[in-house]
């Protein structure tokens, strides 16, 4: 089964950047074909969804959280979508995760293993 990669997460101190890649494991599964989501999991609380692409036409949503801070793309030519973490704050502390959306918002995919970004000064 395929299964999307998280890579790229790391520890940052606040106000600094990440770049996360997201991959897919398989390579027939274009992630352009599908909406990706990218989600975060901190220690205690819920997986928090935090931005999606879409793919009929790469609009993006993001969630209160992290509009203005974080942007989605997608590197085509590399089969990955990319979140891009700017001003980033203690409280970004978390696993981050990519997965595939149906049109109705649920996940598509099993879950990886996700990639720890760690927040602090």
């Known amino acids: 089964q395929v299964q999307l990669v998280e890579s790229g997460g790391g520890l940052v101190q606040p106000g600094g950047s990440l770049r996360l890649s997201c991959a897919a494991s398989g390579s027939n599964f274009a992630l352009d074909n599908f909406n990706i989501g990218w989600f975060r999991q901190a220690p205690g609380k819920e997986r928090e969804r935090l931005s999606c692409i879409y793919s009929t036409d790469d609009r993006t949503w993001y969630s209160d959280s992290v509009k203005g801070r974080f942007t989605v793309s997608r590197a085509n030519a590399k089969n990955l979508v990319i979140l891009q973490m700017n001003s980033l704050q203690l409280e970004d502390t978390a696993v981050y995760y990519c997965?595939?959306?149906?049109?109705?918002?649920?996940?598509?995919?099993?879950w990886g293993q996700g990639t720890q970004v760690t927040v602090s000064s």
């Open positions: 997965n595939a959306i149906y049109g109705n918002g649920a996940t598509a995919l099993g």
